[in-house]
Structure formats: structure tokens, C-alpha cells
């Protein structure tokens, strides 16, 4: 399985972004996607993830309320919308594939490349 990230860029606090992750190859149908983050100097962070086919999501409390993951048109892609941007959601964001519905970045397998997120206050 590969994984491409993008739609990242500059957004004002209080606007929005979409990134997408396509997946290539056979993408389990069990299996879960999770977006992480990545801020200078700090931990890679979860943010949250979604059931391959059953579409059931999970978010950190910090995004919760504020960001959505779905599926729109292309069965290989999912959305990570990111609503009510905050100076803090500045970060590389990464799209991964792993067999459990989880927010630990062990238990995913697949990652992709990431794509930059800035927001300015």
C-alpha cells in the first residue's frame, strides 16, 4: 500500500484546509487510516482515524468538534477537513494505514509522505 498526502498550505486562523490521502495498491477493508501531526521540536501527535469501510472515526480531544475525515467520490482517498484552524494546528500532517483502529503511530504500517500545515494568527 501507498500512500499520497497533499492539500496542505496557509490558512488564517479561524479558516479551513482540506488535505487528502490516496491510497494505492490493495488497501485492506478492515483496516484503518489515521492522520498524525508533527509540530517543530515536538512529538508526533494522532489526530484522528477512520474504519477503512465501515467509516467510523476518532479524533484527539485537541482537533474534536473542529475536524472530520470522510470519503468523497474516489474509493481510495479519504478527507481530513480542518475546520476553526488555531495557530497551534501548524504542523507537517501525515496520512498512515495500519491493520487497528488506534491513535498509537506503532500500530500503523503505511505511511505517506507528509504535507505542511501553517496557520496564522
Known amino acids: 500500500v501507498q500512500l499520497q498526502a497533499s492539500g496542505g498550505g496557509l490558512a488564517q486562523a479561524g479558516g479551513s484546509l482540506r488535505l487528502s490521502c490516496a491510497a494505492s495498491?490493495?488497501?485492506?477493508?478492515?483496516?484503518?487510516m489515521g492522520w498524525f501531526r508533527q509540530a517543530p521540536g515536538k512529538a508526533r501527535e494522532f489526530v484522528g482515524c477512520?474504519?477503512?469501510?465501515?467509516?467510523?472515526?476518532y479524533f484527539a480531544d485537541s482537533v474534536k468538534g473542529r475536524f472530520t475525515i470522510s470519503r468523497d467520490g474516489a474509493r481510495n482517498t479519504r478527507y481530513l477537513q480542518m475546520n476553526s484552524l488555531k495557530p497551534e494546528d501548524t504542523a507537517v500532517y501525515y496520512c498512515?494505514?495500519?491493520?487497528?483502529?488506534?491513535?498509537?503511530?506503532?500500530?500503523?504500517?503505511?505511511w505517506g509522505e507528509g504535507t505542511q500545515v501553517t496557520v496564522s494568527s
Open positions: 477512520i474504519r477503512w469501510s465501515s467509516m467510523s472515526t
Open positions: 495498491g490493495r488497501p485492506f477493508s478492515s483496516w484503518t
Open positions: 498512515a494505514f495500519g491493520a487497528s483502529f488506534s491513535s498509537w503511530s506503532q500500530d500503523y504500517t503505511y
